[in-house]
């Protein structure tokens, strides 16, 4: 006996919905696919075994970490440089002087220190570096402090938005009160 027309209605309904949500999830999860030593707990802590520049640093895990939310001013030549050099108007040893700045204050901010990493929505960009928020294990959240102090701008780079907002209000006041990069 075969199933009504009612039934198999359903039926292709639910299965609709099904392979729905698991289209869903896999779109949700493929950005987020950790090797084996990047799955952790919040308690997790990792030392920054280098400060690469004032947004990225490498882990004791072996990991590239670049900061969510946040970009600095670059060292070292690179197409990046020669962009913001253009886009700025400022000359590249400018661009580069400001750089150093950023890169020493991250140093004395983090540098061996111990951090805990926290993700948005994508888990690495293009290069294959994680991408997080970091924390000290004081509790300082690292990118925030580096908005606040003045030695990074935002870098909104959708879907990671989580505290786009809190980042642009810290940018703000950091260029009112002319701290660090935004000094005359």
């Given at each position: ?91 590249i040893k400018t661009i ?21 990493l926290e993700y948005d ?64």
């Amino acid at each position: 006996m075969g199933l009504s027309f009612k039934m198999k209605k359903e039926l292709k309904l639910i299965n609709a919905v099904v392979l729905a949500i698991v289209t869903l999830l896999y779109l949700s999860a493929r950005n987020l696919v950790f090797t084996n030593n990047e799955k952790q707990t919040a308690n997790d802590f990792f030392l920054v075994t280098k400060v690469v520049d004032g947004d990225t640093i490498n882990l004791s895990d072996g990991r590239k970490v670049r900061l969510i939310g946040v970009d600095t001013p670059e060292v070292g030549y690179s197409k990046k440089l020669l962009r913001d050099s253009k886009k700025s108007g400022q000359s590249i040893k400018t661009i580069q002087a400001l750089g150093r700045k950023a890169s020493d204050f991250a140093k004395k901010l983090y540098a061996g220190k111990r951090v805990r990493l926290e993700y948005d929505v994508e888990g690495k960009d293009r290069y294959g570096r994680t991408l997080a928020y970091v924390y000290l294990n004081n509790g300082l959240f690292v990118n925030a402090e580096l908005i606040k102090e003045g030695y990074a701008q935002v870098m909104t780079v959708t879907p990671n938005v989580k505290f786009s907002d809190y980042f642009l209000k810290l940018q703000k006041e950091a260029r009112e009160a002319k701290r660090g990069l935004w000094k005359d």
